[in-house]
């Protein structure tokens, strides 16, 4: 039988260790799906560690204690069912008009917005002026997203007849489609056409930017209404990494802008 003094000192050992476990264990998981749309999420579900959104997560997971973010793979047109059977808590990077209206949620401005924007080879005598008319040029898009140019017609068949396009799942590939003039125009994210300059020095000044837009992305997190974190709370964890500069520290090199978020409106919204 051990001395009292040692079972004293066992269970105040035992104490220490559960209470230096319980900030941890208390901590809320919140699942953030994450479906390959780069630069933002880069192919999730080969467990590579790459894109904004994991840098974004590593950011509110350093700058609280009260819910652990952790990253779930998933993909564009999975996301709504994995959103409403649970499977993730929380979407990012989204807009609540791209196929959420009927789908309950709270809507949390993140207060950031990029846009997607036309790119062909740059040619001694190619101006602004190439990118107003679409007619007769053979465009490379992405399978899957919804252009506006399009009417958000993201039919492939559809694409494919209207607009002599050729739908493919890498930007790189569309990029470099134009590059070898196998496309006339390819439509990236202008944040993606930073980070392809960043990765391609050697042929940024062979691709000619457009100054038309053909969406702007205003970015915000979809919140399913029993997520362990509310919309409130979520927009706070953001504000505070604008306030400690991390929110423009991570988006300023992608030019993604950081617009100011509405005050005088609600920060978040239930869709019915």
Not at 32 to 46: D, K, M, Q
Request: glycine letters at 6%.
């Amino acid at each position: 039988m051990g001395s009292p003094i040692r079972s004293a000192s066992r269970l105040l050992l035992t104490m220490l260790a559960v209470s230096t476990m319980m900030p941890s264990q208390a901590a809320q998981l919140v699942r953030i799906g994450a479906a390959h749309f780069p630069p933002y999420t880069v192919r999730p579900e080969s467990g590579a560690d790459t894109g904004l959104l994991p840098q974004l997560v590593e950011a509110l997971n350093a700058s609280q204690t009260d819910y652990q973010f952790v990253l779930v793979p998933t993909s564009i047109p999975r996301r709504f069912g994995d959103f409403k059977q649970g499977r993730v808590d929380m979407a990012i990077f989204e807009n609540p008009a791209w196929g959420w209206e009927e789908i309950p949620h709270t809507a949390v401005d993140m207060g950031l917005e990029d846009a997607e924007i036309f790119v062909a080879q740059r040619l001694p005598d190619r101006q602004q002026s190439y990118f107003a008319d679409l007619n007769g040029k053979r465009l490379a898009l992405f399978s899957g997203y919804h252009y506006e140019f399009a009417n958000f017609n993201a039919d492939p068949l559809y694409l494919a007849k209207n607009y002599n396009a050729t739908l493919t799942y890498s930007h790189d590939s569309n990029l470099l489609m134009v590059l070898r003039d196998r496309a006339d125009i390819a439509l990236v994210t202008r944040s993606y056409l930073s980070d392809y300059f960043l990765r391609n020095e050697k042929v940024a000044g062979e691709l000619l930017a457009s100054q038309r837009i053909d969406q702007v992305y205003h970015h915000y997190a979809i919140l399913r209404p029993t997520a362990p974190i509310s919309g409130e709370a979520f927009a706070k964890v953001l504000q505070g990494l604008r306030d400690n500069g991390q929110m423009l520290k991570i988006f300023d090199p992608y030019k993604i802008a950081l617009v100011p978020v509405p005050h005088n409106e609600p920060a978040s919204q239930v869709a019915k």
